[in-house]
């Protein structure tokens, strides 16, 4: 059996090789997830991020939506971005117009586009909608 250093990850991480090659497949990801968004017309509800931690890189399916019931200004935007990744089912909210009234809608359910999933080439884990 092969004995491990305890930092060896860490020093592996910080080679010049393997952070070039980290670099040149989070931009490949980015990319493709990018496509994917413009080729579903969700662009404008959701972007693409590229986030950069100490060792890792991450592309990020960020939201951008409003529209997704009473937030407050600090908080982020709600689930839009994990409703296009993996789809949501139908559910009733209650809205209030400008006026007091208060109203029911319905929301209908939403297949998952696997933007994030599809981009990375990762195999996609379905789950019931």
Do not use: C
């Not at 994990?82 to 006026?99: H, L, M, S, V």
């Not at 359910?109 to 909608?129: H, M």
């Amino acid at each position: 059996m092969a004995f491990m250093y305890e930092r060896t990850p860490e020093i592996v991480s910080m080679h010049q090789d393997v952070r070039d090659e980290l670099e040149r497949v989070m931009f490949e990801v980015a990319a493709r997830a990018e496509e994917l968004l413009v080729q579903h017309r969700v662009e404008g509800v959701a972007h693409i991020d590229v986030e950069e931690g100490d060792y890792d890189k991450y592309v990020v399916l960020a939201d951008n939506d409003h529209g997704n019931g009473e937030h407050d200004e600090d908080e982020s935007y709600r689930n839009s971005a994990a409703a296009i990744e993996f789809g949501r089912r139908a559910y009733e909210t209650t809205r209030t117009d400008r006026w007091g009234n208060e109203y029911t809608v319905k929301v209908g359910a939403s297949t998952p586009l696997f933007i994030l999933t599809r981009a990375a080439q990762l195999p996609k884990k379905r789950r019931r909608v």
